[in-house]
C-alpha cells in the first residue's frame, strides 16, 4: 500500500525550474556547416552534369568538324585528280596518291579509302587494301548513291574491312559521296584518330568549365554570410522563444504553488476541521440514544474525510514535487496515492537506491514526469482496477514501468491533446538523453491494459534535453494519450 499522499509544507518551496533557457537550437556554425556542405554537394553534381553536358556537345563538334574536313577533302582537295582514269593502275592513280599522302594523310587523318558501287576499294593510301571487295552498309550504299553531308561513326575494328587499320587503335570513321568528272559515284572514306577527337574535347573543356564553375562556387561564398546571418536571426529567435517559454512555466508553477497552498491551509484544513465536528457530533448524539441523527452524522464525516483526501491528492497533483529533495521513490509514491484515492489499487516496487540526490537532475525530472504521465493516463482513461509503478536502478542506467490492467488505447489513434505533453514527447525526449522509451496496450476482447517503459542513462548529459525534461516536470499539464 502507497503510504499517505504528501501536501507542501506551509514555508517550502518546491524546487524551481531552469531560471535560463537552454536552447537546443542548432549552433550558427552548424547551420553554415550544413548549408556549406550542401552548397559544394550542389556544385559537385551540377558540375559532373555540366561536365558530361559539355563532353558531349565537345564530341559534337569535334565529330562534326571531322566532317567537314572530310567533306572539303572530297570537293577541294582531291577532286580534280579523282578520275575514272584514277580507278585502274596508271599515272592518274600516282597523281590521286600523290595528293592523297601529301594533303590528306597527316597526324589527324591515317588512313583513306575510296569505294565503288560494287563495295570493292579501288583506291586507298594502303596498296594491299585496293581491289578488296565487302559488302556495304545502307547507309554507306545511300551516301555512295545519293551524295548528302558526311556520315560520321566510330570504326567497328573487328569487321574485315577495318582489320589493317587495328594499328592505330581506336578510330573515327566519316564518309561522303562524291562522283568523278565522268559521272561515276564513289564514296570518299578518311579514318581520324580519335585521340584527336579527344583531345579537342579537353581544349574545350577546359577553356569553358572553369569559369562556370569558378561562377558556381562564387555564388555559394557570397551566400555563406547571408546564411551565417539568417542563422544567428533564426538562434536568436529560438532563445527568445525560450525565455518566453520559461517565464510562462515560471508563472505557471508560481500560480500552482498559490493554488495548492490556499486549498491546503484554506479549504482542506477547514474540511478538515468539520470532519472532526462531525465525528464530535455523532458520538455525541450517539451518547444520547439518538441512533439515526448518529449513523447520519458519522456517514457524513466518513465522505468528508474521503473528499480531504481528494482534495490533499489534488494538491499533490497540481503543485510541483520537491523531487530532488524527496527523491524518486518517494514522489512515485505520491503518485500512486493518487491512484489509491479514485479506487484503483497501486503497488509502487522500488530496486536500488532512488532516494533524494541519487540520480542527475535531469534524468530524475525525466523519469517522474513519464510516471506522472502515465498515472494520468490510468486516471483519465483506462478505467484500471489496480496499478504498478516499477522503478529500478542499474549501475548504468535506471527503469521505469508503469502497468495498469485498464481498458488499453490504440497508440496510432491517440490524438494529442491541446495543453498535454503526451508520451510522444517524453518519447523525443528520452531519445534526446540516449534512453528507451516505449508504450504497449492492446484494445479489444484479448485487451492486456497499458504498459509504459522507459530506460535512461543515469550518467545522461545535463544540457538543453536535460534542462527541458526539469521544465516539464516543473510544468504540471492534463496528461493525454
Not at 57 to 64: D, G, K, L, S
Not at 349 to 368: Q, R
Amino acid at each position: 500500500m502507497p503510504r499517505p499522499s504528501r501536501q507542501p509544507p506551509a514555508g517550502r518551496t518546491p524546487s524551481s525550474p531552469p531560471s535560463t533557457p537552454s536552447s537546443s537550437a542548432p549552433s550558427g556554425v552548424r547551420v553554415v556547416a550544413l548549408f556549406v556542405t550542401a552548397a559544394v554537394l550542389a556544385v559537385a553534381a551540377l558540375g559532373a552534369v555540366l561536365v558530361a553536358v559539355q563532353h558531349r556537345a565537345a564530341v559534337t563538334e569535334a565529330v562534326r568538324d571531322a566532317r567537314t574536313l572530310t567533306s572539303l577533302q572530297a570537293r577541294d582537295v582531291v577532286a580534280d585528280v579523282l578520275t575514272d582514269d584514277a580507278l585502274v593502275p596508271g599515272p592518274a592513280r600516282d597523281a590521286l596518291d600523290e595528293r592523297v599522302r601529301s594533303r590528306v594523310l597527316g597526324s589527324q587523318v591515317v588512313r583513306v579509302k575510296v569505294w565503288d558501287g560494287s563495295g570493292t576499294i579501288v583506291y586507298s593510301d594502303d596498296p594491299d587494301l585496293v581491289g578488296r571487295t565487302f559488302e556495304l552498309p545502307e547507309d554507306e550504299l545511300a551516301a555512295l548513291r545519293g551524295g548528302g553531308p558526311p556520315v560520321a561513326e566510330v570504326s567497328d575494328l573487328e569487321e574485315a574491312e577495318n582489320a589493317e587499320e587495328q594499328q592505330f587503335g581506336r578510330l573515327l570513321q566519316v564518309y561522303v559521296g562524291t562522283t568523278t568528272p565522268g559521272g561515276t559515284p564513289l564514296l570518299f572514306e578518311t579514318y581520324h584518330r580519335y585521340d584527336a577527337i579527344d583531345a579537342a574535347t579537353s581544349r574545350s573543356l577546359r577553356s569553358s568549365l572553369p569559369p562556370l564553375l569558378g561562377g558556381l562556387v562564387l555564388l555559394c561564398v557570397l551566400q555563406v554570410p547571408l546564411a551565417w546571418s539568417l542563422a544567428r536571426r533564426l538562434r536568436a529567435a529560438h532563445e527568445g522563444r525560450e525565455a518566453l517559454l520559461v517565464q510562462a512555466l515560471h508563472a505557471s508553477d508560481r500560480e500552482r504553488r498559490r493554488i495548492a497552498a490556499d486549498l491546503h491551509d484554506g479549504v482542506v484544513q477547514g474540511l478538515s476541521g468539520t470532519a472532526l465536528s462531525l465525528s464530535a457530533a455523532a458520538s455525541a448524539a450517539r451518547g444520547r440514544g439518538d441512533e439515526g441523527s448518529a449513523e447520519v452524522l458519522g456517514r457524513t464525516a466518513v465522505d468528508l474525510r474521503r473528499w480531504v483526501r481528494e482534495l490533499r491528492t489534488l494538491v499533490v497533483t497540481v503543485t510541483p514535487p520537491a523531487l530532488h529533495e524527496q527523491g524518486l521513490a518517494a514522489s512515485c509514491e505520491d503518485l500512486a496515492a493518487v491512484l489509491e484515492v479514485r479506487g484503483c489499487a497501486a503497488q509502487v516496487v522500488v530496486e536500488g537506491d532512488l532516494g533524494p540526490g541519487a540520480l542527475p537532475l535531469a534524468v530524475e525530472a525525466l523519469v517522474f514526469r513519464t510516471a506522472q504521465e502515465a498515472v494520468r493516463n490510468v486516471v483519465k482513461h483506462a478505467g484500471a482496477g489496480s496499478a504498478r509503478i516499477a522503478l529500478a536502478r542499474a549501475e548504468a542506467e535506471v527503469r521505469l514501468e508503469v502497468l495498469d490492467d485498464g481498458r488499453g488505447f490504440d497508440a496510432g489513434d491517440a490524438p494529442r491533446r491541446r495543453g498535454s505533453v503526451g508520451l510522444e514527447l517524453l518519447a523525443s525526449l528520452a531519445g534526446e538523453q540516449g534512453g528507451r522509451f516505449e508504450v504497449v496496450s492492446r484494445t479489444g476482447p484479448a485487451r492486456s491494459g497499458t504498459r509504459v517503459r522507459l530506460a535512461l542513462p543515469v550518467a545522461a548529459q545535463d544540457g538543453a534535453a536535460g534542462a527541458r525534461s526539469r521544465r516539464l516536470a516543473a510544468a504540471g499539464g492534463g496528461g493525454s494519450r
